[in-house]
Every structure is written in C-alpha cells, then in structure tokens.
C-alpha cells in the first residue's frame, strides 16, 4: 500500500508526486541524477548522497563525484562548478574563454 502524502491527485501508484504538485514521474526517476520535476524535487527529496563517491549538490541532491569541476552544471543550482569548489578565478569564466592571437 502506498501512504505517501501526495498532493497530486492524479499521481498513481508507483509514481512519485513532484513537490511543485504539478507533475508525476515514474518512482524510479528519483534520485537518478537527472532532474525530471521543473522544481528537481525528485533529485532531493529523499535521495541520500553516498559520498564515497557521489558530490552533494548544495541545494540538494546528488551527482556522480566524477562530475565535478567537468565545465558542465550537473547540480541543478550548478553547485558542481562553484568557482570556490573547482578553484577557479573568477576574473576568467571557464564557459568564456577567448583565444587571443597577437596579431
Ligand atoms: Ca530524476
Ligand atoms: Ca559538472
């Protein structure tokens, strides 16, 4: 039997409610890195971290640990790319870099 405090009344069973109550998604598209609600409820809500080899997005939320720092925001705040995590400058974007020639 299924107890889950759902709000969307159309969600059925083995289907995961997203927290924004607008949509439903199969139970197990949580927690497979891959948001699949607008508001990536599915990526937070109840999905624990294995850090030995997975990173915590700091608004939740886990991804590969390999997938940080890749030039790409996997975290859907893009916590994975945070210039403190990665050691980037801040004066030079790694998404903008220009190649200049002397002419
Ligand atoms: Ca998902
Ligand atoms: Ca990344």
């Not at 975290?75 to 020639?101: H, I, N, R, W």
């Amino acid at each position: 039997m299924f107890c889950f405090h759902v709000t969307f009344s159309e969600c059925s069973d083995g289907q995961y409610a997203c927290a924004n109550g607008l949509s439903c998604i199969r139970e197990d598209y949580r927690c497979d890195y891959i948001s699949d609600c607008a508001d990536n409820s599915d990526e937070v809500d109840g999905c624990v971290c294995d850090l030995s080899f997975e990173f915590e997005c700091i608004a939740g939320g886990c991804i590969n640990g390999t997938w940080t720092c890749d030039g790409e925001e996997d975290c859907f705040d893009g916590s994975d790319e945070e210039a403190e995590l990665c050691g980037y400058t801040t004066e030079q974007p790694a998404t903008d870099v220009t190649m200049t020639k002397g002419n």
